[in-house]
C-alpha cells in the first residue's frame, strides 16, 4: 500500500483524539477508544464537456494544484446535499461565467491524486453541457485560462488526469462515429 493511502496516514481517531485508531478491513479505521469508524470513501466529482456546434470541446487550464498550469475538463467535488447536476451548474458559473442551457450525463470514471501528502479517492462524472452563450466568459476561480480544441488541437499528454483523458477521448470518438 501507498504511503500516502488514507490507512497509512491517518493515526489519530478524528473524534476522540486517541491513538489507538487501528485499521478495520481495507477501507475503514475503527477508534478502540470511543467506537468512531471512519470509511475511506470516494469523493463525487463532476466534470464538464462544454461543445460547441463544430464539435469543439473546451479545456481549461488549471490554476489550483495538483497539475498547476495543466489542461482539465471545468468542474470539481459535488457539495454536501448537491446534486450532480447542481453541482456542474455551479462549477461553470464559478469558473467561467457560464450558464448551462442542456446537460446530458455521459458516464462516470475512478480517480485518485496526492493532495497534502495524502491519497483522494474520486469519482469522476462526466455531462455533456451546451451553453446559453460562450460570448464574454472569464475564467476565474480555479481556473487560469479556457480554449475550445479540435481533437488535432489537442496533445492527451497535456491532460494529466486518466479519468479526464478518457473523457475527452470518449468525446472525440463520439463525433466521428
Ligand atoms: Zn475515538
Given at each position: 500500500?501507498?504511503?500516502?493511502?488514507?490507512?497509512?496516514?491517518?493515526k489519530?481517531?478524528?473524534?476522540c483524539?486517541?491513538?489507538?485508531?487501528?485499521?478495520?478491513?481495507?477501507?475503514?479505521?475503527?477508534?478502540?477508544?470511543?467506537?468512531?469508524?471512519?470509511?475511506?470513501?470516494?469523493?463525487?466529482?463532476?466534470?464538464?464537456?462544454?461543445?460547441?456546434?463544430?464539435?469543439?470541446?473546451?479545456?481549461?487550464?488549471?490554476?489550483?494544484?495538483p497539475?498547476?498550469g495543466?489542461?482539465d475538463?471545468?468542474?470539481?467535488?459535488?457539495?454536501?446535499?448537491?446534486?450532480?447536476?447542481?453541482?456542474?451548474?455551479?462549477?461553470?458559473k464559478?469558473?467561467?461565467?457560464?450558464e448551462?442551457?442542456?446537460?446530458?450525463?455521459?458516464?462516470?470514471?475512478?480517480?485518485?491524486?496526492?493532495?497534502?501528502?495524502?491519497?483522494?479517492?474520486?469519482?469522476?462524472?462526466?455531462?455533456?453541457?451546451?451553453?446559453?452563450?460562450?460570448?464574454?466568459?472569464?475564467?476565474?476561480?480555479?481556473?487560469?485560462?479556457?480554449?475550445?480544441?479540435?481533437?488535432?488541437?489537442?496533445?492527451?499528454?497535456?491532460?494529466?488526469?486518466?479519468?479526464?483523458?478518457n473523457?475527452?477521448?470518449?468525446?472525440?470518438?463520439?463525433i466521428?462515429?
Amino acid at each position: 500500500m501507498n504511503r500516502t493511502h488514507p490507512l497509512k496516514v491517518l493515526k489519530y481517531c478524528p473524534k476522540c483524539g486517541s491513538a489507538e485508531f487501528n485499521t478495520s478491513g481495507d477501507r475503514s479505521l475503527k477508534c478502540a477508544s470511543c467506537g468512531f469508524h471512519f470509511f475511506i470513501n470516494s469523493a463525487a466529482a463532476v466534470a464538464a464537456l462544454v461543445t460547441i456546434d463544430s464539435g469543439k470541446l473546451m479545456l481549461v487550464t488549471r490554476g489550483v494544484e495538483p497539475n498547476y498550469g495543466k489542461l482539465d475538463l471545468p468542474g470539481g467535488f459535488i457539495d454536501p446535499l448537491e446534486s450532480a447536476e447542481e453541482a456542474v451548474k455551479r462549477e461553470l458559473k464559478e469558473e467561467l461565467g457560464l450558464e448551462v442551457k442542456t446537460l446530458k450525463y455521459l458516464g462516470s470514471a475512478p480517480n485518485e491524486y496526492v493532495f497534502s501528502e495524502y491519497t483522494v479517492f474520486t469519482l469522476d462524472m462526466a455531462f455533456q453541457v451546451s451553453a446559453e452563450s460562450v460570448e464574454g466568459l472569464k475564467p476565474m476561480d480555479d481556473i487560469l485560462d479556457y480554449k475550445f480544441y479540435s481533437e488535432e488541437e489537442l496533445d492527451y499528454d497535456d491532460i494529466p488526469a486518466p479519468s479526464i483523458k478518457n473523457f475527452v477521448k470518449d468525446y472525440f470518438q463520439s463525433i466521428k462515429a
